[in-house]
C-alpha cells in the first residue's frame, strides 16, 4: 500500500484480555519495527523484523507481549493478560534497506 | 544504552523566525534519523542522515558523527511546523532498533 496500515486505530479492553494489533507495512518494506509511546515521551523499541525472522525482541517489556511476521509482512503484536500500564500508543513503521523509517498511525491501547 | 538528549525541549517562534533544533548522542552511530509528530499524532520522517548536510526546501540538517551531535535548521517557521521534533540513533546501520530522544515541542504563532 501507500503507507503503513495499523489497525484497529483505537482499542480499549479490559484488564486481563489478550489483545491483537495488526501491521500491514509498505509494500517490498523488508524490514518491519514495532515501537510503543507514551503521552509526552519519544517512541520506546519493541522489536523488529526483517522478512519473516524476528531480529531483535530485547524491548519486549515482558513474556505477554510477542509479535510474529509469519510470511514476511504482514504482523501482529499481541499482549496477554492485558494490564493498566501496557496503555499507550503502539506504533508499526517499515523500511528497506539502508532507508529511512515510515511511521503508521499507531494503535491507541486503552485498558480500563 | 546509547543516550539521546535534545534541545531546548520547549520552542515558541513567531511566524517567519528561523530555530535551530540540537540533538546530542553519547556514542558512535550508523544511523540518525529526524522525526515530526503533528498535533494529529502522525510521526513522520524528516531526514535519514547519519552524517553529512541534507536539505529539503525550508529544513536543513547536519549531523557531525565525529562530534556526535546533528542539528535540525528550520527557516521562515510556518504554524505548519508546530508539533513535536524527534532525534532518532542507531548502532549497526538502518536495519536496527533506534533510540529515540524526549523530543523538542515546538509551537509557531501566527
Known amino acids: 500500500g501507500a503507507g503503513v496500515s495499523q489497525s484497529p486505530r483505537y482499542k480499549v479492553t479490559k484488564r486481563g484480555q489478550d489483545v491483537a494489533l495488526r501491521c500491514d507495512p509498505i509494500s517490498g518494506h523488508v524490514s518491519l519495527y514495532w515501537y510503543r509511546q507514551a503521552l509526552g515521551q519519544g517512541p520506546e523499541f519493541l522489536t523488529y523484523f526483517n522478512y519473516e525472522a524476528q531480529q531483535d525482541k530485547s524491548g519486549l517489556p515482558n513474556d505477554r507481549f510477542s509479535a510474529e511476521r509469519p510470511e514476511g509482512s504482514i504482523s501482529t503484536l499481541t499482549i496477554q493478560r492485558t494490564e493498566q500500564r501496557d496503555s499507550a500508543m503502539y506504533r508499526c513503521?517499515?523500511?528497506?534497506?539502508?532507508?529511512?523509517?515510515?511511521f503508521g498511525n499507531g494503535t491507541r491501547l486503552t485498558v480500563t | 544504552g546509547i543516550q539521546v538528549e535534545q534541545s531546548p525541549p520547549d520552542l515558541i517562534l513567531q511566524e517567519g523566525a528561523n530555530s535551530t533544533l540540537r540533538c546530542n548522542f553519547s556514542?558512535?552511530?550508523?544511523?540518525l534519523q529526524w522525526f515530526h509528530q503533528n498535533p494529529w499524532g502522525q510521526l513522520i520522517n524528516l531526514f535519514y542522515?547519519?552524517?553529512g548536510t541534507k536539505q529539503n526546501g525550508r529544513l536543513s540538517a547536519t549531523t557531525v558523527a565525529t562530534e556526535r551531535y546533528s542539528l535540525l535548521y528550520i527557516s521562515s517557521s510556518q504554524t505548519t511546523d508546530s508539533g513535536v521534533y524527534f532525534c532518532a540513533v542507531g548502532l549497526a546501520g538502518a536495519n536496527s532498533k533506534l533510540t529515540f530522544g524526549k523530543g523538542i515541542t515546538l509551537s509557531v504563532r501566527p
Open positions: 542522515i547519519p552524517s
Open positions: 513503521a517499515s523500511s528497506f534497506f539502508n532507508s529511512p523509517l515510515h
Open positions: 556514542d558512535s552511530v550508523n544511523n
